[in-house]
């Protein structure tokens, strides 16, 4: 059975339509709670947290009463980021969590991704169960009117989950010397990034923090930073950092004014953590979609740098699979394995300032080594998904592209795991190359499955 509901992170789409509709949501609802109170039988609840999105009251409601439906108890936890559901659901000591938000997308999509017990998000072979579940017959394993669950509201979440991300910072250290500027996307992060450095001693200048439904990314967070990297030079900050909707991504912005993702931030930690003799096994991990500048600066000390899928989930699992603890995805998805089992835009955020106030150097200069292959990413709508192979143009256009970049480049083909998108990745030694053949890939793609 392959997965028709979910993609590469949940189940996502435009609110109030097919699958993002209350029935099909409620339904989910009940065979996600059938399947994690299989995983977890002592049935002590399920922990749902969102983020600012105007069509979250729905969602939080019909979620609720299929948990509820099934005999199992939850527990609301309100607008708060994705990774402080999955530390919930741990510190709860529950069956799982479940976060409604699309992360990056418009307000007018939505999404429902799950936790297990232990935080981490769910393989693809337990969602494919849960879609069994919700083809099968659910209306039998719905409980008797004295068995149905209960809702609680999550005592202070906001307040446990500051102090969670407080204590990934180090002892005895402050951001009494920084100023921060710091950009929500009007998101689930609006109330706790704030708190967490203003609360280690940072001047904190806030940007995106009046969410009303309809604002979450808009022209704002880790998908627009420009407006940060004004406010950054206009304030004289020593650095910014925006996140998004759901707070699991985080760009940064140097005292210069200059935006800096995933692949550069990556290096500096790495480095910083070998240095420290904390980098496990000398091996961060990131995704095929990562810039090969990465190989170029972090080989020469001695750190080897792995690829997964992309998705947060897999960079997850080929983490836990190497014992590795540090790993991270180009758009700015980094994991802490140290700290918390999903990526948290905060946590990240919290060790770059460590590093900023142990070394006492300007951002700009901590990231100065990192050299970035030109690289472009072209996005083509379509109308259908297939195999690449089947397609012969298609096929030979890609393997026509890989020939002229062998031993000097790369060219990376996926389908969006959340959109109707093909993405075409080019990577090479000179611009114009790499333009001529990621357009002629994307004219390719267009031809025969354009949407």
Request: hydrophobic fraction near 40%; charged fraction near 20%; include cysteine.
């Amino acid at each position: 059975m392959s997965r028709k509901l979910f993609g590469t992170d949940g189940v996502r789409g435009v609110a109030n339509t097919p699958p993002m509709t209350p029935e099909i949501i409620l339904r989910l609802g009940q065979a996600a709670t059938v399947y994690l109170t299989q995983q977890s039988p002592s049935r002590r609840g399920i922990v749902i947290g969102k983020d600012t999105r105007l069509s979250g009251y729905i969602f939080e409601t019909v979620l609720a009463s299929g948990i509820c439906s099934m005999g199992n108890n939850v527990y609301l936890a309100g607008p708060l980021p994705t990774s402080g559901v999955s530390f919930l659901t741990r510190k709860l000591h529950l069956d799982g969590g479940i976060v409604i938000s699309a992360s990056h997308n418009p307000y007018y999509d939505n999404g429902i991704k799950f936790f297990k017990s232990d935080g981490f998000k769910l393989s693809d072979e337990a969602e494919e169960a849960i879609e069994k579940w919700m083809e099968g017959d659910l209306e039998s394993r719905r409980v008797s009117s004295s068995q149905i669950g209960k809702a609680f509201r999550v005592n202070d979440a906001v307040g446990q989950y500051v102090s969670f991300l407080k204590s990934t910072f180090p002892t005895g250290r402050d951001l009494k010397s920084l100023k921060v500027v710091i950009d929500c996307a009007h998101g689930a992060a609006y109330r706790v990034a704030p708190q967490v450095f203003e609360a280690l001693g940072a001047t904190v200048i806030k940007m995106g923090v009046e969410p009303n439904g309809k604002n979450i990314n808009e022209g704002s967070g880790a998908l627009a930073p420009a407006g940060l990297a004004g406010r950054v030079v206009e304030e004289g900050a020593h650095v910014g950092i925006a996140l998004d909707g759901d707070a699991d991504r985080v760009v940064f912005v140097d005292e210069k004014g200059r935006v800096h993702e995933g692949d550069e931030v990556l290096m500096l930690c790495a480095l910083e953590l070998q240095k420290k003799g904390e980098l496990n096994h000398n091996t961060v991990v990131t995704t095929v979609m990562s810039n090969m500048g990465l190989e170029l600066a972090l080989t020469p000390h001695g750190i080897q740098v792995l690829r997964s899928c992309v998705g947060d989930r897999y960079l997850s699992n080929e983490m836990i699979r190497r014992g590795c603890n540090l790993g991270a995805e180009s758009s700015g998805h980094f994991l802490f394995l140290d700290y918390n089992t999903t990526c948290d835009g905060i946590i990240a955020a919290l060790q770059v300032l460590a590093i900023l106030t142990e070394r006492q150097k300007p951002l700009s200069e901590l990231l100065s080594g990192f050299v970035r292959l030109p690289q472009v990413l072209t996005n083509v709508s379509v109308k259908t998904r297939c195999d690449f192979n089947e397609v012969i143009p298609i096929k030979q256009a890609i393997q026509f592209a890989q020939d002229r970049l062998a031993g000097k480049g790369r060219i990376f083909v996926r389908f969006s795991g959340t959109e109707p998108l093909v993405r075409i990745l080019v990577e090479g030694e000179r611009e114009e190359e790499i333009h001529a053949i990621a357009k002629e890939v994307a004219d390719t793609f267009q031809k025969h499955l354009g949407g």
